[in-house]
């Protein structure tokens, strides 16, 4: 029903910035809320930020807010995690999710891409 394909991940420095993208098809696209989250080795799976369908509303972990943006670009089927001052921390495999609401839980979403890794050194 819906896909989601993950780009931009890298090797980025600490205090750097990279811009991920989410591209979506499938029906229904932009009645989606989207969220990022990350694993990190040996971690859970944790929230980073979410957006609603309509991109006015936005909620961030504390662990990136100020550091992080979370936008979407419905024309284009997209949603993008800008990633600035970057940490060592940072490192993880970054998801893409849809769900109904855009909320922080795992079990929130529906569809998931297949990740795409950052990592951070320092």
């Known amino acids: 029903q819906v896909q989601l394909v993950e780009s931009g991940g890298g090797l980025v420095q600490a205090g750097g910035s990279l811009r991920l993208s989410c591209a979506a098809s499938?029906?229904?696209?932009?009645?989606?809320?989207m969220g990022w989250f990350r694993q990190a080795p040996g971690k859970e799976r944790d929230f980073v930020a979410t957006i609603s369908w309509n991109g006015r509303t936005t909620y961030y972990a504390d662990s990136v807010k100020g550091r992080f943006t979370i936008s979407r670009d419905n024309a284009k089927n997209t949603v993008y995690l800008q990633m600035n001052s970057l940490k060592p921390e940072d490192t993880a495999i970054y998801y893409c999710?849809?769900?109904?609401?855009?909320?922080?839980?795992?079990?929130?979403?529906?569809?998931w891409g297949q990740g795409t890794q950052v990592t951070v050194s320092s």
């Open positions: 499938g029906r229904t696209r932009s009645s989606y809320a």
């Open positions: 999710a849809a769900g109904f609401l855009a909320r922080v839980g795992v079990a929130d979403y529906d569809y």
